[in-house]
């Protein structure tokens, strides 16, 4: 019985160049990273701020009340 095994982690050509061009757009000169982050930390931000206003808001909703 011949059993054919192909191995699971074989890197042609067209792999290592998809590898240099992602770590290129993310650490490269273009500084994707860089625009990343300031994304994400801009995002976390505007999450805070608009959880605070909602608790000023319920806040104000309970003075209302009174």
Sequence with gaps: MYLFIAPLFTIGPFQIVVIVVVALIVFGPVGLGKKLGNLVKG????????KKALEEGDENEEKEEN
């Design 43 to 50: 995002t976390g931000k505007g999450v805070k701020e608009f």
